[in-house]
């Protein structure tokens, strides 16, 4: 990979510009991956007229980029690993003919590339009124526009043989080489204008901010494939034999705002602050279409007030200051243009006549919602505080949210949403809250010195929650008692629910005796599932009440010291009540995993690993897994403390160098990252994914849902900065 | 003077900058560019024509080309292989159910089928309502709507015997808890939307263009819906099912009463039409759709309606015959879908020496063949000309089946396929000798074929129907991946008659006998000298729409079941049959010397032997030994909150562990 950059500043009292061009080369694992990128930036600004009241804004940046990758993409890998090992199946035959099917010929079955260019520009008017001190008026106009050409031709294994003692070539047939070309073009508009006033009256300061803002967005895309290429030299639209087919569309989209904001102070000691959106959606009827939302505030800075410092000396209590605010808060719910009813095309066609003349059908697609802005009430308290001369500070603060108007169908009452029929049951807003989220956090920070040593302290944490207090109709009562959230945290994006589970089966006397899953449990190292409803059989699906794949707990520790210009500090990070989504295919649901298990299960159960506690069950052939199923140990604790930073600096200047004049200064720095870290014993994917960075998808064919992060790295970083 | 001049201009565009900016656009203005809203569609008589025609989409098998209720049948032997885009019926032919999501791997039309419903029906409200709509083409439109409602209702209580009958767009606020109603209520409410279709296309005076539903699509469809309720009602009288407490399978009406119906409907279209007179020619002619025989064509052609192409499915997987080691093709069919012994057997054979026709293994050709019958009933013989068997049968069974011998193409040796097996080396695998059979490991033919292998014949037989052997590749191989232009019947002409004559054997009516040897003598049989009608009507309908979509030869089974108060289906109740051809090949592991039989007087040559045998592979069982397979169950999942339905007969308490 390389990088470049060059960058200019510049200007005079009445104007000034910054401009910069880059280049960005990157090469992937194969030849046929290629991305390169080349940025811009002009920004300037101008005073205009003599007492330089108008300010002229106009910037202008884009970057254009090339994206090379082979025809499959990354799925060239998920192909490798089905079939036999990689390892055996190098790029020859025996007898060095290239080999069909291996990697690098799945390589060489055509090209995705992608060319894109983004430009934006903002040029914006600010009329610093006269008369009127403090008040400015501005209008700017933001247009941002993207086109994109993907080209993805694909054709046959070129160049490798059936087998070793092939004379030709695998057979290429000219109709299997497609191509596909893609044409997209986006824009965006959006028009500001803004009035903005501040002045202080004495002790009063008062600000006052208005603005209205407008979006209107355009896409539109269109396609063709064609096939039949005899060569692959020249894989161009044109030259294709037949068309395969040819679409495209268009769609828009807009919105508009207004904002107002009101901030006043006395004396820095009482705080005011009233802010207010309107906002237009086109997801709404137009009698329905306009939010009202707002937030007012209030500060008290006791530690201003005389009689605070009579009582309390700010020697001890130099800082002391109050906040509470409520406000309510707006959320778009809703598909675009869903207070109409719809119609919509089919994708095929149907012959009629004589001649099988196409014809294409309509049908309802959508049924009229009627919905508006759901809202979310949210209250916040909060404290700063510095005691000691400021030598211990921090701050503490709560939140609670209540969230309003989640979307529910048109009626509570139980359908049967199969008879009714319709594409869609039309919605409402609930006119109630049905979540409530809410926390706190705190921060603790001491500093001091004795004598020539400096050293420092300090402590945050903070914990949030969110729990389900009503569901929005009578249906989503699961008709399993042990499917009830209410009261219980319904957050965990993969694994709200599932079987559960207790431990895993050590010995064959043991399932004797159990029931069993007909077909998941066909040897020891499988999970125990439970018999929850004592009906008999285990196929009990519950709530699992977990937290999801954000730490509703985290928190972090500094510790530092620093002695005559050496400086240690080392830095704890961690989190709790968080939860792990297992990944494919640590669940066993892809059969690659007889081929590369061993790299991915050392924390398993295995016939030389028989441990009922190992934190996963033993691998097993895809269809006797649990891995498209869920089981409760698929949800996983996922919390962790980490020793984050360990860094050593040293400050040249201060004594070394103290004397040499041409340099300004010079640092050296030993900095340990991600120096231990500590799991729980039952943290499934030791040595596999850092749980700071945990999947959160189920989907064994997205990044999200496969192990795809890295393993905790360590890295040790040695620096020197030096300042002429 | 002039500053405050210069500034006020300043002012001033700046000003006019803003109005620009706030007025040029109205984000709030945008309308769907991609979507009508439904005020101003139904104002549009081009948009209510193709909101009909979006019914047309949801013809059986028009989505996909599985022939999914043939492989339920004794037609055909699919594949039990999970992985490949074939046909999976396994779970479904062994009557595997799962309590809380019924027939593992299959749903019966439910929820899908009533978003038709819906859609008919606010059709039906839409068109009636509307002053944009001709008072002609609103005759077309409701015709077309009441057949796809009766079209949707019939495909649904195939499945479920009965099912809640929704006749009008519900909306959010009607109740939903519906319960089934009466079988009898249903089929009625069927036959009165044809007859409405009927009445409103009187009503039309132009032409519906081919492949659209005319008065006779609807007058033709009166008689098929007509048969399955007579049946339904002879179930009803026989007292199929107990298990009914609410009566829902109670018909007032006896078969007799249905039976006229379907009667009168098929003889008044008997002469409007004629039979196509290559009957192949109505599966492979590009032209098909115009055939004399068409009554409702669904036509697909490349680049405009893609989804049925038999032609990339029918045939084997792996090499053309004749390659060399230069250059060797592979065929790359994944079928999946097999033609079994029974249906083979069916097909007669001219006797050689007295020109009658006769089962093939009682012609004078099968004792040239010395043919015998084993103790276990199936059929051996032993002969160098063994391949006589599949010569001079009804015509019906070349452009169905394709046999040991027979092209895939021109009549060149590598467009032939071979289905014989070498066992001459059980502890070799085959691979360059007989090509085209799913038996790879000879010391274990009791066992299933896998992964690709299982896309081989198992039977002995390949499915033929819809194939069109006209693109090829350059390397001469068959273009399979192009959509043919092709057409399949939901109704055509043959149907007609044989409706006719079912109908007209239960009434005693003297045409009955006509109609058949109408469908014999185009099959190039003569006519029906038997004693046994009804037998006859049957086994020329199952030979006549034999692997053709939609398919026919499972339900009818199943209503004939039940007007014979069957309980034990024995068709769908045992193991498909097929035959074993055992020939000495050359084999090697060097591809093109080979892949021949060996020739009389070679190393290792033997006389060709051939079996026929009951598939022994447990995966491939059958089962239908309770009338309670008659109709899917509702899941426990569904009736714990549905409590007005009626589980249907003899699955309440049903043991699904068992």
Redesign the interface.
Known sequence: MSQSNISLRGGSERLSYYSSLGYMNQKGISKNYNYNQVNFVLNTDAF???DK??KFTFNLNGNTSNNEKPARGEGVFNDAMYGDWMPKRPAQWSTGLPRKGSVDALLNTGFNNTEAYRFQMNSS?K?FV?YVEGLS?S?S?NFTTSYNTNRQFNHDQENVY??P????FS?Y????ANLYQYWYKYKL?T?I?QLDYARSFGKHNLAAMAN?Q???RHENWTSARKRGYPTTLAPQIDLGAE???NTG????????SYIGRLTYDYDNKYLFQYSANYN?S?SYS?DK?WGYFHAASLGWVMTEESWFKDLISPEYVNMFKLRGGVGLVGNEVGK??SF???????D???????N?S?????????I?SDLRWSSSTQYGVGLDYGFFRDRLNGSVDAFLYLNKGDVM???NE??????????N??QINAPFSTSRKGGYEFSINWQDRIDQVGYRLGVNYSFWDERQTRHTGQSSDY?SPTFDDIGGRWMHPVYPYGLKTDGKYGDWNDMYNSMLHASRNMTTGTVALVDLNGDG?V?DYYFFNVPGTTPLTQFGVTLGADWKGFDFEVFFQGATNVSGAMPSPMRSQQSYMWNYGQYAFQNAYTPSNPDVNAALPIPVPEGNGWGYSFIDTWAFDASYLKLKNISLRYDMKRSVLKNVSYIQGMDLSFVVTNAFMWTKKSYPLKGLQDPEFITSGASIYNNNGTLGSYPTQRSYTLGVTVTL | MKHKIYRFIMAGVFLVSLIGISTACDPLGIEPTTQVDEDRFWTNPQLARSYVNSYYFWTQSASSDTFQSEQWSDNAQGNAEQDWNTYRQESFNKRQYDENSGIIGFSAPWADAYKKVYNVNLGIEKINSSDAISENLKNQLLAESHFFRAFVYFDMIKFWGTVPYVDRALTIDDETYLPQTEREVVFDNILSDLNESVKYFEGFSGRPEVGLINKDVATAFISRVALYAANAADASAKNLYSDDAKGLFKFEKNSQHYYQIAYNAAKSLIGKYSLEENYADLFTSTNAHMSSESIWPVMFKENQRGGFNPTSKNGPDYLYYGGTEAASYSWNLRSGLFPTQDLVDAYLQKDEVDGQWKNWWETSQAQAMGVTINEDGEIEGESANYRDMFANRDARFYATVTYDGAYMGPEEERYSIQTWIDNTDPANTLRYSALHTGYRFVDRMDVAPINRASAQTITGYYSRKYSQFNNFNNDGTLNWGIQRQTTFFNIRYAEVLLNAAEAGIKLGQSDAVQYINEIRNRAGLDNFTGSDLYEEMKLQRRLEFAFEAPGFRYFDLLRWGEAEGKTTIEELNQPSRGIWIFRKGVESLVVGQNGYPVQPGEEGYFTPRFETFSVPYSVYGRKFDNSRYYFVPFSATTLKDYSQLQQNPGWTNFDYNN
């Open positions: 205009l007229l003599n009241s108008l008017l009329w006269p008026a209008a106009l059936d087998n003692y092939a004379t030709n057979s047939n000219p109709v299997n508009t028009g204008f209205y407008s979006q209107i068309m395969v087919s569309n268009s769609t828009e989209w807009g919105s508009a237009g086109l137009p279409r675009p243009f109409l009813t719809q119609y919509t095309q089919n095929g066609r149907v012959l009629f006549g004589e099988m196409p014809n294409v059908g309509w049908a309802v697609s959508t009229a169908n048109m009626t139980m359908i049967r949403t199969d008879i009714l029929g319709m594409p049951i039309p008709w059989r196929n």
